[in-house]
């Protein structure tokens, strides 16, 4: 019985770095799968960012363009004004 529990052990013994190294590659195959997936959620979250300054870029224009036409619109009143008076 000894000899039969040796030869079991020596059997376990081979396995084991077979073993060793199945679990070793599942497990760098579900830290790449994770690291992967941390990627996505990060160009994800560059994707919202960048939507977010696009979008406060164009109100900020829009706010620019809008005082623009404000003084321009001042400067045409005061060109009428100076016109009428040298008319």
Known sequence: MGKNTKN??????DQNPLDKSLTLA???AILTTVAD???V???LEAIEESIIAA????????????????LQQQIDALTDQLSKRNS
């Open 55 to 70: 979008e406060e870029d164009k109100k900020a224009q829009q706010e620019l363009n809008d005082t623009l036409e404000g």
């Open 37 to 39: 997936a941390i990627a």
């Open 41 to 43: 959620l990060s160009a």
């Open 8 to 13: 079991l052990n020596q059997d376990n013994d």
């Open 26 to 28: 599942l497990t760098a």
